[in-house]
């Protein structure tokens, strides 16, 4: 309960700053109400994600709308933690990263030079801070299982044909 106050605390300023504070304090209570009070008797993970990817997702769109480094910074740094709560964040980050290239490219291609040049470089930040963020975690993922991005669902669950022989183990 404690780590849904401190989240739902965290979530008022976040919020703050793209809306007004009557919005704001309607989306914290329905937030608070419809989510959160439904997990926040039990230590997991998805309330930590939720709020994470949230934020995630603002920065991301707001590097879209304009582009600069120190969001780029703090938005990879974000991308890293989102992961390590829960991996789930991976697809979103690299649709951002190719959308972002692309509109780089529309960037380039209207003679937006210095936009394109700032465009590229916050991308670039966000994904080299996620995977400076995540190195520890993907290296000893890569020593023990072979693999930098291992996953037991993806390499054994999809091939079973039902859940009594997912759970007797491949």
Known sequence: ILLSLVLLAALAPILRAWLPWRQTLGLLAVT????????????????????????L????????VRPRLEL???????????????AS????LALWAVWSVAAAAGDLRRGLRARAR???AATGAVVLLALAVLF??????RRIYGHWF?????????????????KSGP
């Open 136 to 141: 520890p975690y993907l290296s000893d993922t």
């Open 89 to 92: 964040i991976l697809p979103a």
């Open 118 to 120: 700032a465009r590229l």
């Open 150 to 166: 291992y996953n037991v669902n993806t390499t054994f669950g999809i091939w079973c044909d039902s859940w009594e022989e997912m």
């Open 57 to 64: 997702w603002l920065l991301l769109v707001a590097l879209l």
């Open 32 to 55: 608070a109400f419809s989510v959160f009070m439904f997990k926040a008797g039990w230590v997991q993970a998805e309330l930590l994600f939720y709020v994470l990817s949230f934020a």
């Open 72 to 86: 780029g910074v703090l938005a990879g740094v974000l991308a890293g933690l989102a992961y390590l709560t829960k």
